[in-house]
Protein backbone atom coordinates (compact mmCIF):
# COMPACT_ATOMS: atom_id res chain seq x y z
CA UNK A 1 0.00 0.00 0.00
CA UNK A 2 1.24 3.11 -0.69
CA UNK A 3 2.32 5.19 2.09
CA UNK A 4 4.16 9.11 3.02
CA UNK A 5 7.29 8.15 4.25
CA UNK A 6 9.20 10.97 6.84
CA UNK A 7 12.92 11.30 7.46
CA UNK A 8 13.62 11.71 10.63
CA UNK A 9 11.65 10.15 12.63
CA UNK A 10 13.15 12.16 15.59
CA UNK A 11 15.63 15.30 15.53
CA UNK A 12 17.11 16.56 18.53
CA UNK A 13 18.55 19.94 17.57
CA UNK A 14 20.21 22.95 19.71
CA UNK A 15 17.75 26.47 19.87
CA UNK A 16 18.88 28.57 16.92
CA UNK A 17 19.74 25.70 14.91
CA UNK A 18 18.39 25.30 11.27
CA UNK A 19 16.31 21.63 10.78
CA UNK A 20 15.16 20.38 7.55
CA UNK A 21 12.33 17.85 7.74
CA UNK A 22 11.62 15.49 4.48
CA UNK A 23 8.61 13.88 3.05
CA UNK A 24 8.22 11.42 0.42
CA UNK A 25 4.99 11.99 -0.66
CA UNK A 26 2.27 9.60 -2.36
CA UNK A 27 3.60 9.45 -5.54
CA UNK A 28 0.41 10.06 -7.71
CA UNK A 29 -0.38 12.94 -5.31
CA UNK A 30 -0.33 16.42 -6.24
CA UNK A 31 -1.37 18.63 -2.63
CA UNK A 32 1.23 18.27 -0.33
CA UNK A 33 1.21 19.88 3.43
CA UNK A 34 2.89 20.07 6.47
CA UNK A 35 0.77 20.00 10.10
CA UNK A 36 2.34 20.21 13.56
CA UNK A 37 1.23 18.98 16.93
CA UNK A 38 2.56 19.81 20.25
CA UNK A 39 2.52 17.13 22.64
CA UNK A 40 -0.89 17.19 24.28
CA UNK A 41 -2.34 19.52 21.48
CA UNK A 42 -4.18 19.35 18.57
CA UNK A 43 -3.07 18.87 14.91
CA UNK A 44 -2.43 22.54 13.42
CA UNK A 45 -1.64 23.49 9.60
CA UNK A 46 1.06 25.06 8.69
CA UNK A 47 1.28 25.20 4.78
CA UNK A 48 -0.16 23.64 1.97
CA UNK A 49 1.62 23.26 -1.47
CA UNK A 50 0.56 22.71 -4.90
CA UNK A 51 1.95 23.44 -8.44
CA UNK A 52 4.92 23.81 -6.90
CA UNK A 53 3.98 26.93 -5.01
CA UNK A 54 2.57 27.36 -1.29
CA UNK A 55 -1.25 27.52 -1.56
CA UNK A 56 -1.82 28.35 1.45
CA UNK A 57 -0.08 28.81 4.77
CA UNK A 58 -1.19 29.88 8.48
CA UNK A 59 -0.20 32.63 10.71
CA UNK A 60 2.13 29.50 12.50
CA UNK A 61 4.34 29.68 9.20
CA UNK A 62 5.86 32.66 9.33
CA UNK A 63 9.27 33.54 7.90
CA UNK A 64 11.32 31.12 9.43
CA UNK A 65 9.63 28.52 8.03
CA UNK A 66 10.19 27.21 3.81
CA UNK A 67 9.06 24.78 1.65
CA UNK A 68 10.57 23.26 -0.98
CA UNK A 69 10.03 20.38 -3.78
CA UNK A 70 13.20 19.98 -4.98
CA UNK A 71 13.22 17.00 -7.18
CA UNK A 72 10.13 16.16 -8.07
CA UNK A 73 9.32 13.45 -5.08
CA UNK A 74 10.80 15.07 -1.94
CA UNK A 75 8.64 17.45 0.02
CA UNK A 76 11.18 19.20 2.49
CA UNK A 77 9.88 21.82 5.69
CA UNK A 78 12.41 23.84 6.76
CA UNK A 79 12.93 25.46 9.73
CA UNK A 80 15.83 28.83 9.90
CA UNK A 81 16.73 29.18 13.28
CA UNK A 82 14.38 27.16 15.83
CA UNK A 83 12.99 27.97 19.03
CA UNK A 84 12.09 26.17 22.19
CA UNK A 85 7.98 26.60 20.95
CA UNK A 86 8.69 25.03 18.07
CA UNK A 87 8.86 21.16 19.83
CA UNK A 88 6.28 19.27 17.96
CA UNK A 89 5.50 16.14 16.26
CA UNK A 90 5.14 17.61 12.20
CA UNK A 91 3.11 15.41 9.92
CA UNK A 92 3.60 15.59 6.27
CA UNK A 93 0.41 14.88 4.26
CA UNK A 94 -0.34 13.91 0.68
CA UNK A 95 -3.45 13.66 -1.51
CA UNK A 96 -4.62 12.93 -4.57
CA UNK A 97 -6.44 14.50 -7.40
CA UNK A 98 -10.42 14.09 -7.51
CA UNK A 99 -12.70 16.01 -6.14
CA UNK A 100 -11.71 18.92 -4.17
CA UNK A 101 -13.19 19.04 -1.25
CA UNK A 102 -11.93 14.91 -0.65
CA UNK A 103 -11.06 15.17 3.03
CA UNK A 104 -8.79 11.95 2.88
CA UNK A 105 -5.10 13.00 3.39
CA UNK A 106 -2.84 10.63 4.14
CA UNK A 107 -0.04 11.45 6.62
CA UNK A 108 3.14 10.69 7.24
CA UNK A 109 4.28 8.66 10.75
CA UNK A 110 5.64 12.22 11.56
CA UNK A 111 9.19 13.25 12.59
CA UNK A 112 9.41 14.53 16.51
CA UNK A 113 11.46 17.75 16.74
CA UNK A 114 12.92 18.56 20.24
CA UNK A 115 14.60 22.04 20.39
CA UNK A 116 16.83 22.33 23.46
CA UNK B 1 -13.57 31.59 20.04
CA UNK B 2 -12.08 28.22 18.70
CA UNK B 3 -12.92 26.40 15.35
CA UNK B 4 -13.39 22.89 16.05
CA UNK B 5 -14.52 22.29 19.79
CA UNK B 6 -14.42 18.74 21.75
CA UNK B 7 -15.47 17.32 24.48
CA UNK B 8 -11.60 15.99 25.44
CA UNK B 9 -12.75 13.03 27.53
CA UNK B 10 -11.58 10.82 28.39
CA UNK B 11 -14.61 8.47 27.96
CA UNK B 12 -13.91 5.03 29.41
CA UNK B 13 -16.42 2.71 28.89
CA UNK B 14 -16.43 -1.27 28.95
CA UNK B 15 -16.79 -3.33 25.75
CA UNK B 16 -19.74 -3.54 24.15
CA UNK B 17 -20.91 -0.20 25.18
CA UNK B 18 -22.57 2.89 22.73
CA UNK B 19 -20.23 5.58 23.18
CA UNK B 20 -21.14 9.15 21.76
CA UNK B 21 -18.88 11.84 20.75
CA UNK B 22 -19.82 15.59 19.57
CA UNK B 23 -18.31 18.57 17.92
CA UNK B 24 -19.15 22.00 17.27
CA UNK B 25 -17.42 24.33 14.55
CA UNK B 26 -17.53 28.28 14.12
CA UNK B 27 -16.90 28.80 10.48
CA UNK B 28 -20.59 28.14 8.94
CA UNK B 29 -18.90 28.00 5.55
CA UNK B 30 -17.43 24.99 6.26
CA UNK B 31 -18.23 22.20 3.95
CA UNK B 32 -16.93 19.43 4.74
CA UNK B 33 -16.77 17.21 7.59
CA UNK B 34 -14.80 14.25 8.94
CA UNK B 35 -13.62 12.22 11.52
CA UNK B 36 -10.33 11.15 12.00
CA UNK B 37 -8.76 8.51 14.40
CA UNK B 38 -5.08 8.96 16.22
CA UNK B 39 -3.75 6.40 17.82
CA UNK B 40 -1.46 7.51 20.56
CA UNK B 41 1.60 8.90 19.33
CA UNK B 42 0.83 7.81 15.83
CA UNK B 43 -0.45 9.82 12.55
CA UNK B 44 -4.31 10.95 12.45
CA UNK B 45 -5.88 8.66 9.90
CA UNK B 46 -9.94 9.12 8.27
CA UNK B 47 -12.38 6.75 9.84
CA UNK B 48 -15.12 8.44 7.63
CA UNK B 49 -16.64 11.65 5.78
CA UNK B 50 -19.70 12.93 7.48
CA UNK B 51 -22.72 13.28 5.01
CA UNK B 52 -25.51 15.82 5.43
CA UNK B 53 -28.07 13.24 5.61
CA UNK B 54 -25.95 10.83 8.66
CA UNK B 55 -23.93 7.69 6.98
CA UNK B 56 -23.24 4.04 8.65
CA UNK B 57 -19.53 2.34 8.20
CA UNK B 58 -20.29 -0.90 10.28
CA UNK B 59 -20.33 0.38 14.31
CA UNK B 60 -19.80 3.55 13.46
CA UNK B 61 -22.80 6.30 12.48
CA UNK B 62 -21.79 10.04 11.74
CA UNK B 63 -24.29 12.81 11.94
CA UNK B 64 -24.11 16.29 10.43
CA UNK B 65 -26.35 19.29 11.57
CA UNK B 66 -25.99 22.51 9.46
CA UNK B 67 -28.11 25.00 10.86
CA UNK B 68 -26.93 23.80 14.48
CA UNK B 69 -23.12 23.40 13.03
CA UNK B 70 -22.86 20.40 15.00
CA UNK B 71 -21.48 16.42 14.17
CA UNK B 72 -21.91 13.60 15.95
CA UNK B 73 -20.05 10.04 16.06
CA UNK B 74 -21.93 7.24 17.46
CA UNK B 75 -19.86 3.99 18.20
CA UNK B 76 -21.60 0.52 18.96
CA UNK B 77 -20.64 -2.32 20.20
CA UNK B 78 -16.91 -1.27 21.48
CA UNK B 79 -14.03 -3.18 20.58
CA UNK B 80 -10.61 -2.79 22.62
CA UNK B 81 -9.30 -1.63 19.60
CA UNK B 82 -11.20 1.13 19.23
CA UNK B 83 -9.19 2.73 22.38
CA UNK B 84 -8.05 5.80 20.16
CA UNK B 85 -8.44 9.60 19.93
CA UNK B 86 -11.26 11.04 17.53
CA UNK B 87 -10.68 14.08 15.80
CA UNK B 88 -13.27 15.75 14.48
CA UNK B 89 -12.38 17.99 11.02
CA UNK B 90 -13.93 20.55 8.93
CA UNK B 91 -12.74 22.13 5.70
CA UNK B 92 -13.95 25.23 4.07
CA UNK B 93 -13.78 24.41 0.14
CA UNK B 94 -10.58 25.89 -0.59
CA UNK B 95 -8.74 25.68 1.89
CA UNK B 96 -7.27 22.82 4.20
CA UNK B 97 -8.40 20.23 6.86
CA UNK B 98 -9.02 22.28 10.54
CA UNK B 99 -8.73 19.75 13.55
CA UNK B 100 -10.45 19.68 16.77
CA UNK B 101 -8.32 18.94 20.28
CA UNK B 102 -9.89 15.06 20.21
CA UNK B 103 -12.09 12.86 22.35
CA UNK B 104 -10.01 10.28 24.11
CA UNK B 105 -11.82 6.60 24.43
CA UNK B 106 -10.39 4.04 26.36
CA UNK B 107 -12.58 0.65 26.20
CA UNK B 108 -11.21 -1.68 28.54
CA UNK B 109 -12.19 -5.79 28.60
Known amino acids: EPEVTQTPSHQVTQMGQEVILRCVPI?????FYWYRQILGQKVEFLVSFYNNEISEKSEIFDDQFSVERPDGSNFTLKIRSTKLEDSAMYFC??????????????FGEGSRLTVL | RKEVEQDPGPFNVPEGATVAFNCTYS??????FFWYRQDCRKEPKLLMS???SGNEDGRFTAQLNRASQYISLLIRDSKLSDSATYLCVVKVAGTALIFGKGTTLSVSS
Open chain 2, 27 to 32: NSASQS
Open chain 1, 27 to 31: SNHLY
Open chain 2, 50 to 52: VYS
Open chain 1, 93 to 106: ASRGPGRFNTGELF
